[in-house]
């Protein structure tokens, strides 16, 4: 396995290790840091500066270090990340899935931003809705290409790109087999908090604090006798300056407190408080996380990066947070050469998690690398072939050219003659056609309300005189009108003249209610009617009401 040298540029520190690439068990061999100069480093940004080039190309030669093939890690708050759903396909097919969708994921111009992956897992593994999970990222070319300026003036060729929260997960899911953890990764001004259960990613977020607040409180201080960055991260490597709690309140505090003077104690306090928006933040996510996953809650925080050096700043995390807090120094995931000599583990390991299996900001440029190579390797061969291949094919084509000639030729009369029946058949396409058209059209116009005159045209011949209609109303399909009578037996007798209609399908009644203005009369009336032998003439102020519904025949057609 080729070795590369693994760079995280940081605020304050550039580390770098040597190492395997993408091996599964991969050794270290080396591990080196430098300072980063001011100015260089800008939220993962990286300005053009020959002199720090010039810096990390002395440090490589100081430590005998030959390889020249770089991979780096960033951390940087404007990487896009959006989690995903995708069919259960296989894991070689994802990268194609991804970019033949990609806009549908991230709505920019996505030709300014190289794409990048992390496979979370598989939802419903065992049924036919199997889901892949998706962490998909999306990091501008810009930002990329000030790191391939960077290693180019260094000397050194970038053949890998990862994103820091993508290394976390690879150093540290070896770490994770059963229990549910949280990795704090701890940097001068920013803190990935990674949530491992079991091995799998379930939950991470960028929070933008980190320990700078600490350091810059202390620089303001001169009673350390520390006036630059890098020599206070030292003192706080070195010396405990922060107190267990931010209260300031419980015993272990009050007790170091009487050690000090009232300067140290004032420092510290500021020192300790200015790590508050950055356990707070990492407090809520612990919080949302078992919030959500009360069956698997976090039982342990690890820290790791710059942070995981300083003195004092797991315990006030154990304490604040509730959950005991250990900075990790040593990993299952690599293994150290003997002459390695790595001194704070810790700080590289977001570095040694890069070579692993980085998320491929820069595949598609090394495809294209590849492709042009094998080019250029084959350029000389194909030019010493051209002349022979081109007499080969002009000899085995010559025959099956002029048979098709001779073909063509009789096509060509064959068509000549045949024109004539082409155009009797386009004729006739065109005539069914039309009469298609015309026959749908004339199915549009065909409605059940066409049978309403009709209707009504008996109505008015066969209606009785002395029958009204006090309610009438029509729609597509049907008339409904109420009829009042003198007698029972006009009643029958109307309700069979309109049965005969020709223009009706059918005719239904509603029951027949014998009704006077008298509310008494009327209902003793309807009492009697009830019954199925009475018959009654009329009587003065009484009739006889029901309603008729008649229905048209479909489309008007009493066949």
Do not use: W
Request: glycine residues 6%; aromatic residues 6%.
């Amino acid at each position: 396995m080729s070795k590369v040298l693994s760079i995280e540029v940081g605020n304050s520190l550039t580390k770098i290790v040597e190492m395997d690439y993408k091996s599964k068990n991969p050794k270290v061999y080396k591990c080196i840091n430098i300072p980063t100069p001011d100015e260089v480093f800008d939220d993962g940004y990286i300005s053009d500066s020959k002199e720090y080039a010039g810096t990390l190309r002395q440090a490589l030669a100081d430590n005998k270090i030959k390889t020249r093939q770089a991979v780096c890690t960033i951390t940087c708050s404007k990487i896009a990340n959006r989690e995903i759903m995708l069919p259960n396909v296989k894991l070689n097919q994802v990268d194609d899935l991804i970019r033949a969708n990609a806009s549908e994921y991230f709505p920019v111009d996505l030709s300014q931003y190289e794409l990048g992956y992390i496979v979370l897992g598989r939802e419903n593994a065992d049924t036919e809705a199997a889901k892949l999970k998706v962490m998909l990222l999306a990091c501008e070319k810009e930002l990329i290409q000030g790191y391939d300026t960077l290693f180019e003036q260094a000397g050194l060729k970038l053949v890998g790109v990862d994103y820091a929260g993508n290394s976390v997960v690879q150093i540290m899911k070896k770490e994770v087999t059963e229990a549910t953890e949280m990795v704090i990764k701890v940097e001068e001004q920013s803190t990935i908090a990674t949530i491992i259960r079991s091995g799998e990613l379930m939950m991470q977020r960028n929070l933008g604090y980190g320990i700078d607040n600490t350091v810059q409180t202390m620089m303001s201080y001169h009673l350390f006798n520390e006036d630059s960055y890098g020599k206070c991260i030292d003192l706080l490597k070195e010396h405990n300056c922060i107190y267990p709690t931010l209260s300031g309140e419980d015993e272990e505090t009050i007790k170091l407190k009487e050690t000090l003077d009232k300067g140290d104690r004032k420092a510290m306090t500021d020192m300790t408080e200015a790590l508050g928006p950055l356990v707070g933040n990492v407090g809520r996510v612990l919080d949302l996380y078992n919030s959500k996953n009360v069956e698997h809650p976090i039982t342990k925080v690890s820290m790791i990066g710059l942070g995981s050096q300083i003195a004092g700043l797991d315990k006030l995390f154990t304490n604040e947070l509730g959950v005991t807090t250990e900075s990790v120094n040593s990993v299952k995931s690599v293994t150290f050469a003997l002459n390695a000599q790595v001194k704070d583990t810790g700080e590289y390991l977001t570095a040694m998690g890069a070579s692993i299996s980085p998320v491929g900001f820069i595949e598609d440029q090394k495809k294209a690398d590849a492709k042009k190579t094998n080019y250029l390797s084959l350029s000389i061969l194909c030019l010493l072939l051209i002349g022979v291949l081109i007499a080969a094919l002009y000899i085995m084509a010559r025959r099956p050219y002029e048979d098709e000639a001779i073909q063509n030729v009789s096509l060509k009369a064959m068509e000549k003659k045949y024109e004539p029946a082409l155009q009797v058949k386009e004729q006739c396409d065109n005539v069914s056609a039309l009469y298609e058209e015309v026959k749908k059209l004339a199915g549009l116009t065909d409605s059940n309300i066409d049978g309403l005159i009709a209707f009504l045209t008996e109505l008015e011949a066969k209606f009785p005189a002395d029958a009204s209609i006090e309610m009438f109303q029509s729609d597509n399909s049907m008339a409904t009108f109420s009829v009042k009578v003198p007698t029972m037996t006009e009643a029958a007798s109307l309700i069979d003249t309109v049965r005969g209609f020709d223009s009706l399908f059918d005719v239904r009644v509603s029951s027949i209610t014998r009704e006077s203005e008298d509310e008494e009369s009327s209902i003793k009336h309807e009492k009697k009617v009830a019954d199925p032998d009475f018959e009654e003439e009329s009587v003065d102020g009484t009739f006889y009401k029901f309603n008729l519904e008649c229905i048209y025949y479909a489309n008007g057609a009493s066949e």
